[in-house]
């Protein structure tokens, strides 16, 4: 056991020495990625700004960049609801080693690089960098329902998500942290919201039909409301709390990931 804990010391002095040799070759990104990417400190997919080598063939999470100048880093969460709302969680520069290895507190994904790891509780547990450092309260403005005020909690959901329509994930495991109005009727799974993002946000922002399918949607819209005289809501989800939900996801996916809002339709067809 103790050789291997030296060997892994050694790769991981050895990484620290060809990320601080790969500070020249690094420029930072300032607008989202044209393509997934894997970050090569925490291993995760993203799409966020992050530093790229010159060359293009690695990229790095602005928050792990960072985090790898600093000799410690801890982060104190202070989420309601939940058992973990005074977790102290540390940085880790290594991956997990052993059967099991973890999965990420907020996203349910596997921990597969560097990470957090909370040093007051008995059981471990994960963060990710990347989900470290997710806005904890947001206020947006929707055009039904006036203002709503989302709130990033941990702990057993209390409603069903809005993208998912379940409340624990899809696989049955727990539901990581998420996002939850006041009054409990928005609710977002980080973990959905993420993999909307990566796998559905930016294939319809790049594909090749979205134009079209801008000038259908607006054409439907158009032609309802001048029919109806009221405003258009599609029949998938209809009311309020369809509009709103779609509104929702096209403030907060943009405002963490960087990526521009989606058209009503599009986004509605994400939704279960």
């Not at 030296?6 to 300032?30: A, K």
Request: aromatic share 10%; glycine share 6%.
């Amino acid at each position: 056991m103790l050789k291997v804990q030296m060997h892994m010391q050694m790769e991981n002095n050895d990484f620290l020495q060809q990320l601080r040799s790969m500070e020249e070759q690094l420029l930072f990104m300032e607008k989202p990625a044209e393509s997934r990417y894997c970050c090569l400190v925490c291993k995760e997919e993203d799409l966020r700004p992050c530093y790229k080598s010159r060359h293009g063939n690695y990229h790095i999470h602005k928050e792990c960049y960072d985090l790898s100048l600093c000799k410690e880093s801890s982060i104190v969460f202070n989420l309601s609801g939940t058992s973990q709302s005074r977790c102290d969680f540390k940085f880790h520069k290594k991956a997990l080693v052993g059967e099991g290895k973890g999965v990420c507190d907020a996203c349910r994904d596997d921990v597969k690089g560097w990470f957090y790891e909370c040093k007051r509780c008995r059981k471990p547990h994960y963060l990710h960098p990347c989900c470290a450092h997710l806005p904890i309260k947001e206020s947006f403005y929707t055009c039904r329902e006036g203002e709503i005020l989302l709130v990033l909690e941990a702990g057993k959901c209390p409603s069903n998500c809005r993208i998912c329509g379940i409340k624990k994930l899809s696989d049955g495991s727990s539901s990581g942290r998420y996002y939850i109005s006041r009054n409990g009727k928005y609710c977002f799974h980080w973990s959905c919201m993420k993999h909307m993002a990566l796998e559905e946000w930016k294939k319809n922002d790049d594909d090749d039909e979205t134009e079209s399918e801008i000038q259908i949607e607006n054409e439907s819209q158009s032609e309802t409301e001048t029919r109806t005289g009221k405003p258009y809501t599609s029949g998938k989800v209809m009311g309020f709390m369809a509009e709103a939900t779609v509104e929702l996801l096209n403030f907060l996916i943009p405002l963490i990931f960087g990526l521009p809002p989606l058209p009503f339709g599009l986004v509605l067809k994400l939704l279960k």
